[in-house]
């Protein structure tokens, strides 16, 4: 049984930078604490095509393509600067 208090706090987490086994470049989060959420972004140096891809800590996995990729880190970086919080 879960402990209903435990509060994941990634402290071991860490973002890092690789080329896979498929030779595509890819940037992920790793260490992660369970029931957390894991994000990849992957770029195919032939294709130029590149993917996002969110796994929730519900097990759902999202896939985005590059364009659309862009407009979430627009989004995210426009309302940081909004708020003038740091990221």
């Known amino acids: 049984m ?10 071991s987490a860490s973002i890092r930078t690789r080329e896979d086994s498929r030779g595509k470049l890819r940037t992920e989060t790793f260490r992660r604490d ?14 130029d095509a590149t993917n996002l891809y ?3 800590a519900a097990g759902d996995c999202l896939s985005f393509d590059g364009r659309t990729a862009r407009t979430v880190y ?14």
């Open 54 to 56: 969110i796994d929730s």
């Open 34 to 47: 369970e029931d957390t959420v894991s994000v990849a972004v992957s770029t195919n140096p032939r294709t």
């Open 2 to 11: 879960a402990n209903k208090n435990y509060i994941p706090t990634n402290r």
């Open 74 to 87: 627009r989004a995210l970086q426009k309302h940081y600067q909004f708020t003038q919080k740091s990221w």
